[in-house]
């Protein structure tokens, strides 16, 4: 690239980023007007590398790194088609423009909004994706319905003051520990919509139809379905693809990847307007900081770990963190419950999950909360569930779809309680 062409470049990533930072900041909905995905083939290392340079370019959103699905800025459009064309990689432009499925999913919310308000209807659903408020209210609701079996608290508060919530489900009067305790948080990536309706889904089958689920219930849970609330309900409000907490890292850029945050092999990076900043230090985050402490709290009767997110349709165990991978404890086990569970759900009609470490299928990623659950607390078993997408729609799973993706991933969550 000519100097004249370097600088012209570099002056548009600036500009866009200002204009981004400026749209981030203000009360208005974040919009993905004509900004495009493509799906690209990474069939070697060698092309995970060169791709890997756009990584930290204002207006690039690496999706997920199984299928390689990446969003662009409209102004980048025809200088990455040009990047992939020389570079020799199969790509196809999946979403021709983001703005028109987040628009969609708006318009759905709003219509379900307006026939629930006037049918008077108050009844539990999951034909719509919940708020912060409206999970807690649910969990609230479950402990005072439910009180020799629900335990519900609050185990902090965010840099904006909302609470951070847990509930235990325990026959032992709401009490964890007696047995050994599966332990699940959710929205720890605040865009991940569908992470935490499926562990919302999961809390109400374990509680509203307890007598159906003697098995699971063998074990005691603890859950944290929204981990990230100020991201999440950034994400509701202002920027549907919104990812980090809300925390200003600088004066100019907001937010911490709460999942690279965690003091197991953290790394520390400078660019702290990257979707994957890591923060100033491990452990730097209330949210984390909460969690670490009703981990700690169970320690190692904590038999299994799930870290629930959104997508990509794998069963991912530790480590995380190097290439070649450093292979977990009890390896072959870990590989065979999440075959299990991926042929659970399989069986029910759901995609088919890839079971794998997260370094070789998805990639190195350091300071990740199953790492630390594996490498610190000692749960026996640990992994990061990415659900499914919905196809091609990404993170705007469609509304119609959560109960399907809910009773596919309820089948993970009960195969593995089952069987660890």
């Known amino acids: 690239m000519s100097r004249d062409r370097r600088m012209k470049y570099c002056a548009v990533v600036v500009l866009l980023g200002l204009a981004l930072l400026c749209q981030s900041s203000s009360g208005e909905q974040v919009s993905y007007r004509d900004y495009k995905v493509y799906s690209i083939r990474v069939d070697s290392v060698e092309k995970h590398a060169v791709l890997k340079r756009w990584e930290d370019v204002k207006g690039v959103d690496f999706w997920d790194?199984?299928?390689?699905?990446?969003?662009?800025?409209?102004?980048?459009?025809?200088?990455?088609?040009r990047f992939l064309t020389t570079n020799e990689f199969f790509y196809e432009l999946i979403i021709e423009d983001v703005e028109a499925t987040i628009e969609a999913e708006r318009q759905y919310d709003q219509e379900y909004r307006r026939r629930k308000a006037a049918s008077g209807r108050a009844t539990v659903d999951f034909e719509h994706f919940w708020t912060n408020?409206?999970?807690?209210?649910y969990l609230d609701e479950l402990a005072e319905t439910y009180p020799s079996l629900v335990r519900v608290e609050t185990i902090g508060t965010t840099h904006l003051g909302n609470p951070i919530k847990s509930i235990t489900i325990s026959t032992n009067n709401g009490v964890a520990g007696s047995k050994p305790v599966v332990f699940i948080d959710g929205g720890i990536h605040a865009r991940e919509w569908a992470g935490v309706m499926s562990v919302v889904y999961l809390i109400h089958e374990l509680v509203e139809h307890s007598s159906d689920y003697a098995d699971m219930l063998s074990k005691d849970w603890v859950i944290i379905p929204v981990a990230n609330p100020d991201g999440y309900g950034f994400s509701h409000t202002n920027n549907r693809m919104w990812r980090k907490n809300r925390f200003p890292a600088t004066i100019l850029c907001t937010g911490i990847d709460l999942n690279r945050n965690w003091d197991y092999q953290w790394a520390f990076s400078s660019n702290a307007c990257s979707d994957s900043y890591a923060g100033a230090n491990a452990f730097s985050e209330l949210e984390t900081q909460a969690l670490n402490r009703v981990m700690q709290q169970y320690g190692s009767n904590i038999a299994l770990y799930l870290a629930v997110h959104t997508y990509g349709d794998m069963i991912l165990y530790p480590y995380g963190y190097a290439w070649p991978f450093v292979p977990v404890a009890n390896q072959a086990g870990h590989i065979a419950l999440g075959e299990r569970a991926r042929d659970a759900v399989t069986a029910v009609g759901g995609p088919r999950y890839i079971v794998g470490n997260s370094a070789?299928?998805?990639?190195?990623?350091?300071?990740?909360?199953d790492d630390y659950a594996a490498g610190v607390i000692g749960a026996r078993y640990a992994y990061t569930l990415e659900l499914t997408g919905g196809g091609s729609n990404g993170f705007d799973l469609p509304a119609t779809q959560i109960t399907a993706v809910a009773t596919q991933t309820f089948q993970i969550y009960r195969t593995m309680a089952n069987n660890v």
């Open 133 to 137: 408020d409206e999970v807690n209210a």
């Open 65 to 81: 790194r199984a299928g390689y699905r990446v969003m662009i800025h409209p102004s980048l459009k025809e200088a990455f088609e």
């Open 360 to 369: 070789e299928i998805l990639y190195t990623a350091s300071g990740c909360s």
